[in-house]
C-alpha cells in the first residue's frame, strides 16, 4: 500500500539544518565538472581557431559566476527559512516523496516560463536579467552569468511552493533547473533530433534566445521545456546565424559590478529625468525594448537637431 501524499506534519524551525543537510547542493558538486567542460570547449575554440571566447568577457563570467555562488551561499539559510516557513502554513503539505520531484520539475519549469517572460518584457525584471544576455559570445561560461539579485524573482515562484511540495524537493527542483541550463550554451552541439527539439529548450532553441536580431528578440524563454512557447506564440526556430549580446553592447566587460548593476544605473538615470509619475513608471516597468527605441530616436533628433560645422 502507498504511503499518503499529503499530511506531513510541520517542520519544526529547529530542524532547519536537517533540511539544509538533506538537501543536496547539487549546484556546488557540479562546479568541477561545469568547470571541465568549459575548458574543454575553449581549449577546442583555440585550436581551431575559433572566435568563441574573448578574454575580458570570460573573465567577466567567471566573476559574475562566483559572485553568483557568494550570494546564493549568503541567502541559502534565509531562503530555507521562508520556504520552510510557507510549507508549514499550508493544511495540504505534501509528505517527501522523491517522484514528487517530476511534477514539482514540470511546474516549476512552468512558472520559470512566464518569469523568464516578464524578465524581458518589464524593465526592472530585466535589469536582474540582462546580465545574462550582456556577452557578444555563446559559449558555456555564459551559463556562469547570473545576476547577483536574481533572488527577487523567488517571488514568481511562490505558485510552486502554495502547491505543497516538501521544502527538499522544492530546492532540488531549482537546482536542477539551473544545472540543465549549462549545456544548451554552446555552438558546437547543432540540431537535435527533431522531436528532441520540439520538447525540449535544446542549444539550438536557446541560440535564438540570445539572438539580437528583431526577429530573435524576446523568443524561447523556455527553460527546460520550449512547448511553452509554442504553446504562447513565442517560439523561434535557429535560421540565421545569431548575432549575440544585446542591442547597445555594455563596456567594462570584465567588471562583474558593472556587468551586474549597468542597467540599474542607467533606470535610476532616466528616472530622473523623467517628467511625471506616468514616465517615471515608464522607465521603472515599461518594456526594454520600447524604452530602447525610444531613447535610440531622442538621441538621435538630439544629434541631427544640433548645427554641423
Given at each position: 500500500?502507498l504511503?499518503?501524499?499529503?499530511?506531513a506534519p510541520?517542520?519544526?524551525?529547529?530542524?532547519?539544518?536537517t533540511?539544509e543537510?538533506?538537501?543536496?547542493?547539487?549546484?556546488?558538486?557540479?562546479?568541477p565538472?561545469?568547470?571541465?567542460f568549459?575548458?574543454?570547449?575553449m581549449?577546442?575554440?583555440y585550436?581551431?581557431?575559433r572566435p568563441?571566447?574573448?578574454?575580458?568577457?570570460?573573465?567577466?563570467?567567471?566573476l559574475?559566476?562566483?559572485?553568483?555562488?557568494?550570494v546564493?551561499?549568503a541567502l541559502k539559510?534565509?531562503?530555507?527559512?521562508?520556504?520552510?516557513?510557507?510549507?508549514n502554513?499550508?493544511?495540504?503539505?505534501?509528505?517527501?516523496?522523491?517522484?514528487?520531484?517530476i511534477?514539482c520539475?514540470?511546474?516549476?519549469?512552468f512558472?520559470?516560463?512566464w518569469?523568464h517572460?516578464?524578465?524581458?518584457?518589464?524593465?526592472?525584471?530585466?535589469a536582474t536579467?540582462?546580465?545574462?544576455?550582456s556577452?557578444?559570445?555563446y559559449?558555456?561560461?555564459?551559463s556562469?552569468?547570473?545576476?547577483?539579485?536574481?533572488?527577487?524573482?523567488i517571488?514568481?515562484?511562490?505558485?510552486?511552493?502554495?502547491?505543497?511540495?516538501?521544502?527538499?524537493?522544492f530546492?532540488?527542483t531549482?537546482?536542477?533547473?539551473v544545472l540543465?541550463?549549462?549545456?544548451?550554451?554552446?555552438?558546437?552541439?547543432?540540431k537535435?533530433?527533431?522531436?528532441v527539439?520540439?520538447?525540449?529548450a535544446?542549444?539550438?532553441?536557446?541560440r535564438?534566445?540570445?539572438?539580437?536580431?528583431?526577429?530573435?528578440?524576446?523568443?524561447?524563454?523556455g527553460?527546460?521545456?520550449?512547448?511553452?512557447?509554442r504553446?504562447?506564440?513565442?517560439?523561434?526556430?535557429e535560421?540565421?546565424?545569431?548575432v549575440?549580446?544585446?542591442t547597445?553592447?555594455?563596456?567594462?566587460?570584465?567588471?562583474?559590478?558593472?556587468i551586474?548593476?549597468?542597467?540599474?544605473?542607467d533606470?535610476?538615470?532616466?528616472v530622473?529625468?523623467?517628467r511625471?509619475?506616468?514616465?517615471?513608471?515608464?522607465?521603472?516597468f515599461?518594456s526594454?525594448?520600447?524604452?530602447?527605441e525610444?531613447?535610440?530616436q531622442?538621441a538621435?533628433?538630439?544629434?541631427s537637431?544640433?548645427p554641423?560645422?
Amino acid at each position: 500500500m502507498l504511503d499518503p501524499l499529503f499530511g506531513a506534519p510541520p517542520i519544526p524551525i529547529h530542524q532547519l539544518l536537517t533540511v539544509e543537510t538533506n538537501t543536496p547542493n547539487l549546484i556546488l558538486w557540479a562546479v568541477p565538472v561545469m568547470i571541465f567542460f568549459t575548458a574543454i570547449e575553449m581549449i577546442g575554440a583555440y585550436v581551431q581557431e575559433r572566435p568563441v571566447y574573448e578574454k575580458h568577457e570570460t573573465i567577466g563570467s567567471v566573476l559574475v559566476g562566483l559572485g553568483s555562488l557568494a550570494v546564493s551561499a549568503a541567502l541559502k539559510v534565509a531562503l530555507l527559512t521562508a520556504t520552510v516557513w510557507v510549507y508549514n502554513q499550508l493544511p495540504w503539505r505534501m509528505v517527501l516523496h522523491w517522484w514528487t520531484l517530476i511534477p514539482c520539475y514540470i511546474i516549476y519549469d512552468f512558472f520559470s516560463y512566464w518569469a523568464h517572460r516578464v524578465s524581458h518584457e518589464q524593465r526592472f525584471w530585466w535589469a536582474t536579467h540582462v546580465v545574462h544576455h550582456s556577452g557578444e559570445h555563446y559559449n558555456l561560461s555564459v551559463s556562469f552569468r547570473l545576476s547577483w539579485v536574481q533572488h527577487l524573482k523567488i517571488i514568481f515562484f511562490l505558485p510552486v511552493a502554495l502547491i505543497g511540495f516538501h521544502p527538499i524537493i522544492f530546492f532540488t527542483t531549482n537546482q536542477i533547473a539551473v544545472l540543465f541550463q549549462f549545456w544548451v550554451h554552446t555552438e558546437y552541439i547543432r540540431k537535435m533530433p527533431a522531436w528532441v527539439e520540439f520538447i525540449f529548450a535544446t542549444p539550438s532553441n536557446h541560440r535564438v534566445h540570445h539572438g539580437s536580431q528583431p526577429k530573435y528578440i524576446d523568443k524561447n524563454y523556455g527553460a527546460t521545456f520550449i512547448i511553452w512557447d509554442r504553446m504562447f506564440g513565442t517560439y523561434q526556430p535557429e535560421e540565421e546565424t545569431p548575432v549575440y549580446g544585446i542591442t547597445t553592447n555594455i563596456a567594462h566587460k570584465a567588471n562583474p559590478f558593472h556587468i551586474n548593476f549597468h542597467e540599474f544605473t542607467d533606470m535610476v538615470r532616466d528616472v530622473r529625468a523623467a517628467r511625471g509619475l506616468r514616465r517615471k513608471l515608464f522607465f521603472i516597468f515599461g518594456s526594454p525594448t520600447k524604452i530602447a527605441e525610444e531613447k535610440r530616436q531622442i538621441a538621435t533628433f538630439d544629434f541631427s537637431d544640433k548645427p554641423h560645422s
